[in-house]
C-alpha cells in the first residue's frame, strides 16, 4: 500500500535511504532534511504493516518537480514497488499542476520504462544552482538526467 509518510516513519525511511547512500547509489538524507520535507515523501508498507519503500516529489519550480530518494528493500526488489512509488510521485505533481518531472539517477533504464527521457543537466539549471553546487559529487557527478513532461496527453501507468 502507497501513503503519504508520516513522522513515525521518518527513521525507517532514513534507514532504507542510508543503506543505498552507503553503496553510493544515492546521496544520503539527514534526519532533519527529511522531517523538514516529510510531505514530499510517500511510502509502500506490506501487508504487515513494514515500510520497505520510500520516494519523494520535491518541487523545484513553477513547472519542474524531481523525484528523489527512490528506495526500496532489496528484498523486495522487482516486484513493481519503485513503479508504483514514482507514479504516486508523478501524480502529485501533476495534481499540483507540474507538468516536467525529472530524476537524477544510476538506474536510468528504469526511468525509461516509465517514459522519461535522458537530458544534459544543463537543462536543469535549478537543481544545479539549489542542491548540485552542495553536493560532494559536483561537478564531477556521474549521475544520468532524465526528464518525463506530462504537458501534453501522455501519462505514466
Known amino acids: 500500500m502507497i501513503r503519504k509518510a508520516r513522522i513515525a516513519d521518518v527513521k525507517t ?10 553503496k553510493g547509489d544515492m546521496l544520503p538524507r539527514s534526519l532533519s532534511s527529511i522531517y523538514e520535507n516529510l510531505r514530499d515523501y510517500f511510502v509502500y508498507e506490506n501487508e ?12 523545484m519550480w513553477e513547472d519542474l518537480a524531481e523525484v528523489r530518494s527512490l528506495a526500496v528493500r532489496e528484498s523486495n526488489m522487482g516486484k513493481g514497488i519503485g513503479t508504483k512509488l514514482v507514479e ?3 501524480s502529485e505533481a501533476i495534481v499540483l499542476g507540474i507538468t516536467r518531472v ?6 536510468p533504464n528504469f526511468f525509461m520504462r516509465l517514459g ?14 539549489t542542491d548540485c553546487l552542495q553536493c560532494a559529487k559536483f561537478p564531477d557527478c556521474d549521475e544520468v538526467a532524465l526528464l518525463a513532461d506530462f504537458s501534453g496527453s501522455a501519462r505514466v501507468g
Do not use: V
Not at 504493516?49 to 516529489?57: C, K, Q
Not at 522519461?116 to 544552482?129: G, H, V
Open 13 to 22: 525511511m532514513q534507514a532504507l535511504i542510508r543503506e543505498y547512500a552507503r
Open 116 to 129: 522519461f527521457k535522458q537530458i544534459d543537466k544543463s537543462e536543469l539549471p535549478q537543481k544545479i544552482w
Open 102 to 107: 525529472f530524476a537524477l539517477t544510476y538506474r
Open 88 to 90: 504516486a510521485c508523478i
Open 48 to 59: 504487515n504493516g513494514e515500510l520497505i519503500g520510500t520516494a519523494a516529489i520535491h518541487i
